[in-house]
């Protein structure tokens, strides 16, 4: 999955900067006063916040990042400087639930700031789904060495200069407001799940190229799903197989890894949603 890494990287790195003139980043205050919407959460396939946290890091790509036991991997790269995708099993060990939840949520270690943590995706889960995530990272043992911390390439040296680079915490601020749009009330929930999902790759507006993922192959705008049947899709999400029984570069993967752990009610809001998008 290097590629996916790559995509963040050029644009995250001003952190380093960021972190030799700040203080000790704090929780931002306007994050914890955001007005949960109680039908804005991932079905509840088991009463356990374990279980519950265990298909969450599959669908939301936390496995993609950081290897599928969590363990991390190392992004290094000679122009961009040092990086690894942290070892989680060490994270729980040494960060509180509190911790643990401002980092994924909002980009920030108690020490300093994330780079290439996409944790804007992340900012609007809901609690009960965020605590789940929590839990099964602190049931995690731990596994395997703990990681170094990033440094600044050449590369990254000049993305900072340039601003070009943003931090984990900056994407936060940046895209806080921003959401696919709204389609009404009876697909805000689709429109939920997209905004921690399929946004990542398929741009914040779903009409593809985000802008995040430089490495990666083209991706198509979601309005490619008028195409589909929703036996298509439902296909597509559980097998990986494309419209034609294609195999995919990159999204045939992600469906099975991620995409397959999603119930037949959040696979069929998403297609509605798409759909109606599609005629948008
Ligand atoms: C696109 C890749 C990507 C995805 C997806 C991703 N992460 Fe990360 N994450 C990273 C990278 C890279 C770092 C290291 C950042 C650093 O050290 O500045 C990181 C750091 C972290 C940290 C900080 C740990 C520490 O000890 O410093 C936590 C916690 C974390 N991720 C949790 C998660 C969770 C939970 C998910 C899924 C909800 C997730 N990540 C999804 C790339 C990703
Ligand atoms: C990690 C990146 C990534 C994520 C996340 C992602 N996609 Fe994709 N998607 C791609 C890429 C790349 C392609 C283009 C095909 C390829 O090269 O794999 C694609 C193609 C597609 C296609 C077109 C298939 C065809 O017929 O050619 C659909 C539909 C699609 N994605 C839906 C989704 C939905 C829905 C989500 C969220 C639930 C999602 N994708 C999340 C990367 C991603």
Known sequence: MRMLQMLTLSVVYSFLIACEYTPKPQSTKALNDTVVNESHRFDQLSVDPIAHGERLVAVLGCIGCHKPDLTGEDWSDPELGVLWTANLTHSAAEFSNEELAVMITEGKRPDRVLIDMPSFLFTKIHPQDLTALVSYLKSL??????????TIGPKLAEDIASGEFKNAAQQVDEKL????????????????ILRATCVEC?????DGNA??????PPRPSLRIIAAYSLEDFKNLMRTGKALGNRDLKMMSGVARWRYSQLTDREIEAIYNYLIKFSHH
Do not use: I
Request: charged share 20%.
């Open 141 to 150: 043992p731990v596994k395997g060495n703990k990681h170094p911390n990033p």
């Open 211 to 216: 802008e995040v993922l430089s490495d990666a």
């Open 202 to 206: 398929h741009g914040m507006d779903l």
């Open 177 to 192: 407001s921003q959401s696919p749009v709204d389609l009404g009330e009876q697909h805000s929930f689709a429109r939920f």
